[in-house]
């Protein structure tokens, strides 16, 4: 079992920048893959990034390419998400998601078995 947490959601102006973090425990951090997705009211769940075990490999949903940022700490069992440069359309609550699984494709959802609660960024205009 692994357990999920995440927190740096908040309200924060268009152009502005904001950090989420998530703490994955239960199994050792660093042959989970972690991915960050985000949902808003009446929505399919979105991919937004993925970082693949040790951090070797990072993946981005083109719509934040350029300007989020997935990273890990593996001593912390820590993975963050830097998002800048943010817009309107980035509100949603976002969901940190990890699984131990080498098969799937980590862009999607389904290729998670642990979740966290979600946390909610509101950019406003």
């Known amino acids: 079992q692994v357990q999920v947490v995440e927190s740096g959601g908040g309200l924060v102006q268009a152009g502005g920048s904001l950090r989420l973090s998530c703490v994955a425990s239960g199994r050792t951090f660093s042959s989970l893959r972690m991915g960050w997705f985000r949902q808003t009211p009446g929505k399919e769940r979105e991919f937004v990034a993925a970082?693949?075990?040790?951090?070797?490999?990072?993946y981005y949903a083109d719509s934040v390419k350029g300007r989020f940022t997935i990273s890990r700490e593996n001593a912390k069992n820590t993975v963050y998400l830097q998002m800048t440069s943010l817009k309107s359309e980035d509100t949603a609550a976002y969901y940190c998601a990890a699984d131990p699984r080498t098969s799937g494709l980590v862009v999607r959802a389904i290729s998670y078995d642990y979740w966290g609660q979600g946390t909610q960024v509101t950019v406003s205009s």
């Open positions: 970082s693949y075990r040790s951090g070797s490999a990072t």
